[in-house]
């Protein structure tokens, strides 16, 4: 699990049902990893995903390893490739996060015993946008039909959320950014295509003005991914118009009923208003839940096994 659009739709909409499944019975099939051994390697600082993954693992019954940044003797000089070479004897599953580009991650996978699933990277959070459709249809019951607003930095969790709803049939994203701070354009492209294909529809637009209203889902990220500074001093002057505040939800929302959802850590005051996150539209501490639900179907999904509930 390098990136969704490699994954594709149908496994994406079965990811999203086996993370539901597990959520209506946590304790259901918790023993289809008790053979399997799962590494957790973060070379970046984590609190939900690298939580959600080990207590994940181990409820499904595997045996879990955790390394550190300076824990492997890539470190000292050893090469990626082989690194994966000698972890491949010993573990099933390698969960990595950084913030590199993919090329390391695929180095890792090069081999072919040990699956290797991409934690975040500088590219994309996979994982967090199957969290993120799992906590959208359980809101709603569907996905078909369902209009998301996102708000802010085009970051890896917006790539990644491009690519999910670019293979969901019928949903549409909105993604309004600030100038030079939205998602490259060979990920729209690529979310475009896969848009196309599906049924879906994906858009990027920088102006305020035109947001849409009557959205089922506001949703917005720490405008630092990953704590990164910019290299522009004044870029805090772009982002604060994009601020989703109780005044934005008011306007966005329907009748009906808009939920509000954050990848967190949130930077309160700064994308999100204590009201908003705190309210009752938001659902983002449900969401970080789903993290591990997700995390869990995808470990099952990686180690070839089929469980009830992925239909």
Same mark, same amino acid.
């Given at each position: 699990?390098?990136?969704?659009?490699?994954?594709?739709?149908?496994?994406?909409?079965?990811?999203?049902?086996?993370?539901?499944?597990?959520?209506?019975?946590?304790?259901?099939?918790?023993?289809?990893?008790?053979?399997?051994?799962?590494?957790?390697?973060?070379?970046?600082?984590?609190?939900?995903?690298?939580?959600?993954?080990?207590?994940?693992?181990?409820?499904?019954?595997?045996?879990?390893?955790?390394?550190?940044? +300076?824990? %492997?003797? /890539?470190?000292?000089?050893? &090469?990626? *490739?082989?690194? =994966?070479?000698?972890? $491949? +004897?010993? %573990?099933? /599953?390698?969960?990595?996060? &950084?913030? *590199?580009?993919? =090329?390391?991650?695929? $180095?890792?996978?090069?081999?072919?015993?040990?699956?290797?699933?991409?934690?975040?990277? =500088?590219?994309?959070?996979?994982?967090?946008?199957?969290?993120?459709?799992?906590?959208?249809?359980?809101?709603?019951?569907?996905?078909?039909?369902?209009?998301?607003?996102?708000?802010?930095?085009?970051?890896?969790?917006?790539?990644?959320?491009?690519?999910?709803?670019?293979?969901?049939?019928?949903?549409?994203?909105?993604?309004?950014?600030?100038?030079?701070?939205?998602?490259?354009?060979?990920?729209?492209?690529?979310?475009?295509?896969?848009?196309?294909?599906?049924?879906?529809?994906?858009?990027?637009?920088?102006?305020?003005?035109?947001?849409?209203?009557?959205?089922?889902?506001?949703?917005?990220?720490?405008?630092?991914?990953?704590?990164?500074?910019?290299?522009?001093?004044?870029?805090?002057?772009?982002?604060?118009?994009?601020?989703?505040?109780?005044?934005?939800?008011?306007?966005?929302?329907?009748?009906?009923?808009?939920?509000?959802?954050?990848?967190?850590?949130?930077?309160?005051?700064?994308?999100?208003?204590?009201?908003?996150?705190?309210?009752?539209?938001?659902?983002?501490?449900?969401?970080?839940?789903?993290?591990?639900?997700?995390?869990?179907?995808?470990?099952?999904?990686?180690?070839?096994?089929?469980?009830?509930?992925?239909?």
């Amino acid at each position: 699990m390098l990136s969704l659009a490699e994954a594709g739709p149908d496994n994406v909409a079965r990811l999203v049902a086996r993370a539901l499944a597990i959520s209506r019975d946590e304790r259901a099939n918790l023993g289809t990893l008790s053979d399997k051994t799962v590494g957790v390697y973060f070379r970046r600082s984590s609190t939900r995903t690298r939580t959600a993954f080990a207590v994940g693992a181990m409820r499904l019954g595997a045996n879990v390893i955790q390394y550190g940044p +300076n824990d %492997l003797q /890539i470190v000292t000089g050893e &090469t990626i *490739e082989d690194t =994966a070479r000698v972890l $491949s +004897n010993y %573990l099933d /599953i390698l969960v990595i996060r &950084t913030n *590199e580009t993919p =090329a390391e991650m695929r $180095s890792l996978a090069a081999q072919n015993q040990m699956a290797v699933i991409n934690a975040m990277s =500088a590219s994309e959070h996979p994982t967090q946008a199957l969290a993120d459709l799992t906590t959208i249809k359980e809101a709603f019951g569907r996905l078909d039909g369902l209009h998301l607003l996102y708000l802010g930095e085009g970051n890896n969790t917006a790539s990644a959320l491009a690519f999910a709803v670019g293979m969901t049939e019928g949903m549409r994203l909105t993604l309004v950014t600030p100038a030079g701070y939205g998602l490259p354009d060979d990920v729209m492209a690529q979310a475009g295509e896969l848009a196309r294909a599906a049924g879906a529809e994906v858009a990027q637009f920088h102006d305020l003005e035109r947001l849409p209203t009557g959205v089922d889902v506001v949703y917005t990220t720490r405008w630092q991914t990953m704590g990164e500074p910019k290299a522009d001093p004044n870029w805090r002057e772009k982002f604060d118009p994009y601020a989703v505040t109780a005044a934005l939800m008011a306007r966005v929302s329907k009748p009906s009923g808009t939920i509000f959802m954050h990848d967190l850590p949130a930077v309160r005051g700064a994308e999100v208003s204590d009201e908003v996150l705190d309210g009752p539209q938001s659902v983002a501490f449900r969401q970080s839940k789903h993290k591990m639900t997700s995390a869990m179907a995808v470990l099952e999904w990686c180690a070839g096994i089929d469980p009830p509930g992925t239909a």
